[in-house]
């Protein structure tokens, strides 16, 4: 059974904090790791995805990828009340377009 | 067309009704999903297509969910005999290619009564 595993939260920060979320996955075949955010009432929307060991910036948002230790992190700087949601990690394999998996999510509230 | 198109919004019907709940996925997006989401719950995968062929189904809860892709666009999901269990939110998603992740559509809340 692939798996993938996040604190449920909450995760309270306050603002201009860094928060940060985890998540570790089961499938060590896995290749490909993605962040999606999901405010209250909407569907997930994609934020960030990496493939390689290491770390991937985007704006105040940082993904943290250690294959070996078979965990994912995505880091949010100077955290904002907007980005208060729920945040996905969701895990695939690079075969085709083979579904990809989901955690039931980290729900982040940042305080004013 | 602009993004995933899913209909309707919301759908409310009695326990043992059929419904069908419509995705019309991003245009040239060849993998189409479908998942579905319980009141605070994770994202629990249903099934995908590649083109028109169904090579995974294995998230269907039972018998009375089928699906089907046509024209390798509009995807319809279909609950026969609806169940109260079978209240969620059905998020339908595309790709061109999965690597590059989903694009999902705004979702179908289904309320059995």
């Known amino acids: 059974q692939k798996e993938v595993e996040q604190n449920s939260g909450p995760l309270s920060v306050p603002e201009g904090a860094i928060a940060s979320l985890n998540c570790t996955y089961s499938d060590r075949g896995s290749q490909s790791f993605f962040w999606y955010r999901q405010y209250s009432g909407k569907s997930p929307e994609l934020i960030m995805f990496i493939y390689s060991n290491g770390d991937k910036e985007d704006g105040r948002f940082t993904a943290q990828l250690n294959k070996a230790s078979q965990y994912v992190s995505l880091l949010i700087r100077d955290s904002q009340p907007s980005d208060s949601a729920t945040y996905l990690c969701a895990v695939g394999r690079n075969s085709g377009n083979t579904p990809l998996v989901f955690g039931k999510g980290t729900r982040l509230s940042v305080i004013a | 067309g602009a993004g995933v198109s899913q209909s309707p919004s919301n759908k409310v019907t009695e326990k043992g009704k059929d419904v069908e709940l419509r995705c019309d996925p991003i245009s040239g997006h060849t993998a189409l999903y479908w998942y579905r989401q319980s009141l605070g719950q994770g994202l629990e995968f249903l099934i995908y297509?590649?083109?028109?062929?169904?090579?995974?189904k294995s998230g269907l809860p039972s018998d009375r969910f089928s699906a089907e892709r046509t024209g390798g666009s509009v995807s319809t999901l279909t609950i026969q005999r609806t169940q109260q269990e079978d209240s969620a939110v059905y998020l339908c998603?595309?790709?061109?290619?999965?690597?590059?992740?989903?694009?999902f559509g705004s979702g179908t809340r289904l309320t059995v009564v």
């Open positions: 998603a595309s790709s061109l290619e999965a690597i590059y992740g989903y694009t």
């Open positions: 297509f590649q083109g028109n062929s169904a090579p995974d």
